[in-house]
Every structure is written in structure tokens, then in C-alpha cells.
């Protein structure tokens, strides 16, 4: 049972462009959600997060948007460039759970292609 | 420079050979994991500590062990490696639990063929 879900498994778009990558979850109980990027024969690499008490979080170019009532987040990239070629995981958490061990619980990737 | 360091990088082994898979972390991580990532099913936990000591199961953590006798160093132990075993591994740190602290860091994978 996939608890967070990012349902377009790759994107494409033009540099100069916007990047919208979608993620869902089932879990209300997740309160912590973040967006990891991965280059081939890389390690993932934290990219920006968001608590639950937030609707909006934004760093340079990347902005991630809560929906919770919706259980959907997304992550916006404006402009993009052709570095931003990457896949893209989310992931989220319940970070005061004191039973838990509070792993991520990731997404399975999108794969975003920006063209020059 | 803050990282998480693994070795090797590139493994080809056959079956039942023991083999140790070393990550190590600067960043004085309370918290380290080893992941498994395989086409189709993502990132999947396969053994965390959150602490000296104290290591727990993951998600997938049958014919993997672990050990933690020191904060920097989380190996991972593959007594008798078998061909589904043959994966791309991540091993990752992060400061601890709470929003913020639950970023984790990443090392650079091991990519691992059992033939």
C-alpha cells in the first residue's frame, strides 16, 4: 500500500518554464514533508520541506504548496533550468510520533526533463 | 565538509560470499539508515539506529544485519548474499527526530550485483 504516491512517473518541460511536480499521501497522521532531487549515480539530496502548520514554503526558485484537507503537495520550479533535470522524490514523515522510528516514507520519483 | 561516505561504490560478488558495505557520517547524526532502491518500488527502509546501540528493522530487513558501536559508523552485513539482494543501496543520517532534524542526508549509494 503506497502512503504517498507521486502518480506522473516523469515531466517534461521547456527551460524558462514552470515545474510542477504532484504528490499525494493517505495518511493524515503525516505532519513533516519533503522533497528530495537525485541525479544518476548520486545519493537523493534534500531539497526543500514543509511542516503541516504551513501551507506554503518557499526557497529561490523552489516553493512547495500544502493542501491538507486535499492530502496533496506540490512542488513548484520557476523558472526552470536545464539543471533542474533530476528525478524528484517526496517524501513525509510523522515527526513526534514517539513509537515510530519517524522513517521517511518515500514517493517512487518523477522524472522531469527540462529542455533547453 | 558535512557528508555521508560510502564504500565501496561498486560491488560485484557471488553467492553466500559474506560482505560489508561501510558508511560513515560527519555530522555527529544521531540517526542513520540503509535503504534499498529498486526499479518500481522506490526507496525502501531496510535497517535504521537511532542511536549508539540501538538499531531496529526497517521495512525489508530479512538477510541484512547492522551494527552501531559508534555514532559516525553504520555498516551493513550481508552474511550470505543472494541474487535478490542485487540492488542500489543508500545509506543516510540525520540529526535526530522532530521537523527540521529529520532531514536526512544521503551517501552517494553502492550499486550491488550478486551473481
Known amino acids: 500500500d503506497q502512503q504517498v504516491k507521486q502518480n506522473s512517473p516523469s515531466l517534461s518541460v521547456q527551460e524558462g518554464r514552470i515545474s510542477i511536480l504532484n504528490c499525494d499521501y493517505t495518511n493524515s497522521m503525516f505532519d513533516y514533508f519533503l522533497w528530495y532531487k537525485k541525479y544518476p549515480a548520486e545519493g537523493p539530496t534534500f531539497l526543500i520541506s514543509?511542516?503541516?502548520i504551513k501551507d506554503k514554503n518557499e526557497d529561490g526558485r523552489f516553493t512547495v504548496f500544502l493542501n491538507k484537507s486535499a492530502k496533496h503537495l506540490s512542488l513548484h520550479i520557476v523558472p526552470s533550468q536545464p539543471g533542474d533535470s533530476a528525478v524528484y522524490f517526496c517524501a513525509a514523515t510523522r515527526s513526534f510520533n514517539a513509537g515510530n522510528n519517524r522513517k521517511l516514507i518515500w514517493g517512487l520519483g518523477t522524472s522531469l526533463a527540462v529542455n533547453p | 565538509e558535512a557528508q555521508v561516505t560510502q564504500n565501496p561504490r561498486y560491488l560485484i560478488t557471488v553467492t553466500g560470499k559474506k560482505l560489508t558495505v561501510t558508511c560513515s557520517q560527519n555530522m555527529n547524526h544521531e540517526y542513520m539508515s540503509w535503504y534499498r532502491q529498486d526499479p518500481g518500488l522506490g526507496l525502501r527502509q531496510i535497517y535504521y539506529?537511532?542511536?549508539?546501540?540501538?538499531?531496529d528493522k526497517g521495512d525489508v530487513p530479512e538477510g541484512y544485519k547492522v551494527s552501531r558501536k559508534e555514532k559516525r559508523n553504520f555498516p551493513l552485513i550481508l552474511e550470505s548474499p543472494s541474487p535478490n539482494q542485487t540492488s542500489l543501496y543508500f545509506c543516510a543520517s540525520s540529526l535526530g527526530v522532530g521537523p527540521a532534524k529529520n532531514i536526512q542526508y544521503f551517501g552517494a549509494g553502492t550499486r550491488l550485483s550478486v551473481l
Open positions: 539506529s537511532m542511536n549508539v546501540e540501538v538499531t
Open positions: 514543509i511542516s503541516s
